[in-house]
Protein backbone atom coordinates (compact mmCIF):
# COMPACT_ATOMS: atom_id res chain seq x y z
CA UNK A 1 0.00 0.00 0.00
CA UNK A 2 3.05 2.46 0.68
CA UNK A 3 4.02 2.00 -2.87
CA UNK A 4 0.98 3.24 -4.15
CA UNK A 5 0.95 6.49 -2.36
CA UNK A 6 4.42 6.68 -3.49
CA UNK A 7 3.36 6.30 -6.83
CA UNK A 8 0.45 8.90 -6.32
CA UNK A 9 2.90 11.50 -5.10
CA UNK A 10 4.98 10.97 -7.91
CA UNK A 11 2.16 11.78 -10.09
CA UNK A 12 1.46 14.93 -8.42
CA UNK A 13 5.02 15.75 -8.40
CA UNK A 14 5.39 15.33 -12.35
CA UNK A 15 2.50 17.41 -13.08
CA UNK A 16 3.20 20.43 -11.13
CA UNK A 17 6.50 20.37 -12.93
CA UNK A 18 4.90 19.90 -16.10
CA UNK A 19 2.62 23.16 -15.49
CA UNK A 20 5.46 24.80 -14.16
CA UNK A 21 7.06 24.64 -17.29
CA UNK A 22 3.82 25.55 -19.59
CA UNK A 23 3.98 28.46 -17.15
CA UNK A 24 7.16 29.84 -18.60
CA UNK A 25 6.56 28.55 -21.92
CA UNK A 26 5.75 32.25 -23.41
CA UNK A 27 5.87 31.64 -27.06
CA UNK A 28 3.26 29.00 -26.20
CA UNK A 29 1.09 31.69 -24.26
CA UNK A 30 1.24 34.34 -26.58
CA UNK A 31 0.00 32.22 -29.26
CA UNK A 32 -2.75 30.96 -27.22
CA UNK A 33 -4.06 34.35 -26.09
CA UNK A 34 -3.80 35.38 -29.30
CA UNK A 35 -5.70 32.37 -31.01
CA UNK A 36 -8.27 32.69 -28.72
CA UNK A 37 -8.84 36.81 -29.04
CA UNK A 38 -8.97 36.23 -33.03
CA UNK A 39 -12.03 33.27 -32.03
CA UNK A 40 -13.65 35.89 -29.98
CA UNK A 41 -13.61 38.59 -32.16
CA UNK A 42 -14.37 36.10 -34.95
CA UNK A 43 -17.36 35.06 -32.85
CA UNK A 44 -18.65 38.96 -32.11
CA UNK A 45 -18.10 39.64 -36.29
CA UNK A 46 -20.29 37.28 -37.68
CA UNK A 47 -23.08 37.65 -34.99
CA UNK A 48 -25.83 40.15 -35.35
CA UNK A 49 -25.38 41.61 -31.81
CA UNK A 50 -22.39 40.49 -30.12
CA UNK A 51 -24.41 40.60 -26.97
CA UNK A 52 -25.81 37.14 -28.43
CA UNK A 53 -22.49 35.25 -28.37
CA UNK A 54 -23.02 33.69 -24.66
CA UNK A 55 -26.54 33.43 -25.01
CA UNK A 56 -25.68 31.41 -28.08
CA UNK A 57 -22.89 29.52 -26.87
CA UNK A 58 -24.16 28.31 -23.51
CA UNK A 59 -28.14 27.54 -24.56
CA UNK A 60 -30.31 26.03 -27.20
CA UNK A 61 -30.73 27.58 -30.65
CA UNK A 62 -34.41 27.57 -29.94
CA UNK A 63 -34.20 29.39 -26.55
CA UNK A 64 -31.67 31.86 -27.64
CA UNK A 65 -33.64 33.10 -30.86
CA UNK A 66 -36.70 33.54 -28.98
CA UNK A 67 -34.69 36.08 -26.54
CA UNK A 68 -33.14 38.06 -29.08
CA UNK A 69 -36.07 38.11 -32.00
CA UNK A 70 -39.64 38.77 -30.03
CA UNK A 71 -42.72 38.37 -32.23
CA UNK A 72 -46.09 40.28 -31.72
CA UNK A 73 -49.51 38.86 -31.64
CA UNK A 74 -50.59 37.20 -34.79
CA UNK A 75 -47.66 37.76 -36.42
CA UNK A 76 -44.40 35.98 -37.49
CA UNK A 77 -41.29 36.70 -36.50
CA UNK A 78 -39.10 39.35 -37.98
CA UNK A 79 -35.65 37.01 -38.85
CA UNK A 80 -35.58 33.89 -39.89
CA UNK A 81 -34.63 30.84 -37.35
CA UNK A 82 -32.66 29.29 -40.39
CA UNK A 83 -30.29 32.27 -40.57
CA UNK A 84 -30.38 32.32 -37.15
CA UNK A 85 -29.11 28.75 -36.78
CA UNK A 86 -27.31 29.11 -39.25
CA UNK A 87 -25.13 31.82 -37.34
CA UNK A 88 -24.97 29.88 -33.96
CA UNK A 89 -24.00 26.42 -35.12
CA UNK A 90 -20.83 28.60 -36.67
CA UNK A 91 -20.37 30.31 -33.76
CA UNK A 92 -20.45 26.83 -31.42
CA UNK A 93 -18.34 25.24 -34.19
CA UNK A 94 -15.59 27.84 -34.10
CA UNK A 95 -15.41 28.39 -30.43
CA UNK A 96 -15.38 24.23 -30.03
CA UNK A 97 -12.46 24.11 -32.20
CA UNK A 98 -10.72 27.06 -30.49
CA UNK A 99 -10.92 25.00 -27.51
CA UNK A 100 -10.29 21.67 -28.63
CA UNK A 101 -6.99 23.59 -30.68
CA UNK A 102 -5.49 24.92 -27.54
CA UNK A 103 -6.09 21.99 -25.17
CA UNK A 104 -3.87 19.69 -27.95
CA UNK A 105 -1.64 22.47 -28.41
CA UNK A 106 -1.40 22.20 -24.29
CA UNK A 107 -0.71 18.45 -24.69
CA UNK A 108 1.71 19.33 -27.91
CA UNK A 109 3.99 21.20 -25.63
CA UNK A 110 3.75 19.66 -22.69
CA UNK A 111 5.43 16.14 -24.79
CA UNK A 112 8.06 18.27 -26.03
CA UNK A 113 9.62 19.41 -23.18
Do not use: H
Not at 4 to 30: D, H, P, R, S, T
Amino acid sequence: MNNFFLGIKAIENNAVLMFKQLAEYQLFWGFAIGFLVATLVYGFLITDRPGQVPAVLFQDKSKSFEKFYKRKDGKSYTKSFYDFSQKADRVKISFWLAGTFIFLLILLTLTNF
